[in-house]
């Protein structure tokens, strides 16, 4: 039995030490949020946070990452979409697929954390993530509407 702290969760499940942490979040514990693209750490569509630093969990064997550690996912953002990261991606409307998308917000969380008005090197530099449908104009644009106090309330 193996164990993993999981959006403040303990989780306990069976698996070897070699499965890629991406799997035991999506089959052995259910989160499907993150997403599998590439499995070569090119992608970013697999891009959960590990003690605050996105990581590509399609490489990281489960033999790498401590019951001690603190995981978070997509769904660990919030229970709503309301993290603000989460609101300005649906103001701009910036998903097209969808796919790439929750690897994109987890880079732009830790992005907003270490540097919360990022330069567009900044940006270039921390999101390295690939989206096939080309939204990376909305996710620019997203990113600084969240560094200038994010969208304003719907009325
Ligand atoms: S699936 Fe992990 S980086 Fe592409
Ligand atoms: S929104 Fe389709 S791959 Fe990024």
């Known amino acids: 039995m193996a164990s993993l702290n999981v959006n ?3 989780r306990e499940f069976q698996a070897e030490a070699d ?4 799997w035991v ?3 052995q514990i259910g989160l499907t949020g993150t997403k599998y693209g590439c499995g070569v750490a090119q992608c970013g569509a697999c891009t959960v946070h590990i003690d605050g630093v996105p990581t590509r969990s399609c490489v990281r064997p489960l033999s790498s990452v401590g019951p001690a550690q603190k995981i978070v996912t997509i769904e ?4 709503d979409g309301s993290h603000p990261v989460q609101k300005a991606w649906a103001a701009l409307d910036v ?3 969808g796919f790439c998308q929750s ?3 987890m880079a ?3 992005l907003l954390k270490a540097k919360p008005k990022p330069t567009d ?3 270039d530099e921390a999101m390295s993530n690939i989206c096939r449908c080309g939204t990376y104009n909305r996710v620019r644009a997203a990113i600084k509407l969240v560094a200038s106090g994010g969208p304003a309330p719907q009325v």
């Open 8 to 10: 403040g969760k303990s």
């Open 19 to 22: 499965t890629p942490l991406l």
């Open 25 to 27: 979040i999506r089959e």
């Open 76 to 79: 660990g953002l919030s229970a």
């Open 95 to 97: 998903p097209q697929c």
């Open 103 to 105: 690897g994109m917000i």
């Open 108 to 110: 732009a969380v830790a």
């Open 121 to 123: 090197a900044d940006i």
